[in-house]
């Protein structure tokens, strides 16, 4: 499994991404990101850097939770993309 989460605030930004094993290790990462940005771009970058880093621990299966409804439906295709801000 990978939890991701991702805050905006006024100081900063910052994501985390925890992965837990089918043996329940759990492997905490936590991210200061260099840019200023909105929270669901935040929630897409905290979700963009847990996949990458499962693929480069070679993860062939992973269930992803996330609190951002926004991402979450997004990556289900249930809501439209309509900020351009979000495309990349």
Do not use: W
Not at 20 to 34: D, H, K
Not at 37 to 52: D, M, P, R, T
Not at 61 to 69: A, N, Q, V, Y
């Amino acid at each position: 499994m990978m939890f991701f989460d991702g805050s905006a605030r006024y100081d900063g930004t910052g994501a985390g991404v925890v992965f837990v094993s089918p043996q329940r290790q759990i492997l905490p990462y936590s991210f200061v990101l260099s840019e200023r940005c909105s929270n669901n771009v935040v929630e897409y970058q905290a979700l963009i850097i847990g996949l990458q880093m499962a693929i480069e621990m070679k993860i062939t299966s992973l269930e992803i939770c996330g609190d951002s409804k926004l991402v979450i439906n997004q990556l289900l295709a249930l809501y439209e993309l309509k900020s351009n801000d979000l495309v990349p």
